[in-house]
């Protein structure tokens, strides 16, 4: 991706806004609390911070609309989390315990390991 380094925080809500958007159309920031299981509270503090930075837009009844910066950080690291989980899945890790242990994983791995990893991964994994 080649840009500013986000937060491991804001790349989780970012993540969740795009995932909740998918399921339900919308995604408000009470949405976004039971998503993540944070308080109101935190979720506020974030939403303000990230409308800031240019990552997200509060519109019409509070819907949190990601911009296209936004949106990129979220499918960038969406993808690296399914294709970590689907890696340890394959070796034979839980999917709970995979799903939580790629959520970390996603944010500490560099971009040109996940590209190696993607490249080596296109015809081994289903």
Same mark, same amino acid.
């Given at each position: 991706m080649n840009e500013k380094q986000h937060s491991e925080s804001q790349e989780d809500y970012l993540e969740a806004i795009y995932i909740v958007n998918q399921q339900?159309?919308? !995604? $408000? #920031? /009470?949405?976004l609390a039971e998503q993540l299981g944070y308080s109101k509270a935190s %979720? *506020? %503090?974030? /939403? *303000?911070? +990230? @409308?800031? &930075?240019g990552l997200? +837009? %509060?519109?019409?009844?509070? =819907?949190?609309?990601l911009t296209s910066e936004g949106e990129?950080?979220?499918r960038?690291? =969406?993808? @690296?989390? &399914?294709l970590i989980k689907k890696l340890l899945c394959n070796i034979g890790v839980k999917e709970q315990q995979a799903d939580i242990e790629a !959520? @970390?994983? &996603?944010?500490?791995? #560099?971009?040109?390991?996940? $590209? @190696?990893?993607?490249?080596?991964t296109k015809s081994h994994i289903s």
């Open positions: 339900k159309g919308y !995604c $408000r #920031s /009470v949405d %979720v *506020s %503090v974030a /939403v *303000s911070k +990230m @409308k800031a &930075e997200i +837009m %509060v519109g019409h009844a509070g =819907l949190l609309i990129k950080i979220a960038y690291t =969406l993808k @690296k989390h &399914e !959520c @970390k994983i &996603e944010h500490i791995i #560099s971009e040109e390991t996940f $590209r @190696k990893l993607t490249d080596a």
